[in-house]
Nanobody, 115 residues
């Protein structure tokens, strides 16, 4: 089992920045990748970004160039740096971690971008 806890989100003006963190505990040795999804009101959950244990990263087209994902394996944390935020980035952001057998989720944190 892997437990994930996201940092508190917040409210930011369009064009601003926000950094989310996700702390992993439990069977962290089994994690192969960690990433983020988001879900806006009335919409399906959308994948945002992923970072693998080997160090590779990938991003959804809607956030590429604005968001940066990073992992600190010594601290068992994962961060999502969000720059040039847009109102359409408003959503609940969920951290996730994949092992070979399962995907684990955090509870989510609200990010609101005001215009």
């Amino acid at each position: 089992q892997v437990q994930l806890v996201e940092s508190e989100g917040g409210v930011v003006q369009a064009g601003g920045s926000l950094r989310l963190s996700c702390a992993a505990s439990g069977s962290i040795f089994s994690i192969t990748s960690m990433g983020w999804y988001r879900q806006a009101p009335g919409k399906q959950r959308e994948w945002v970004a992923v970072a693998t244990s080997e160090g590779s990263t990938n991003y959804a087209g809607s956030v590429k160039g604005r968001f940066t994902i990073s992992r600190d394996n010594t601290k068992n944390t994962e961060d999502l740096q969000m720059n040039s935020l847009k109102p359409e980035d408003t959503a609940v952001y969920y951290c996730y971690a994949d092992t070979r057998l399962a995907r684990f989720w955090g509870r989510g944190t609200q990010v609101t971008v005001s215009s």
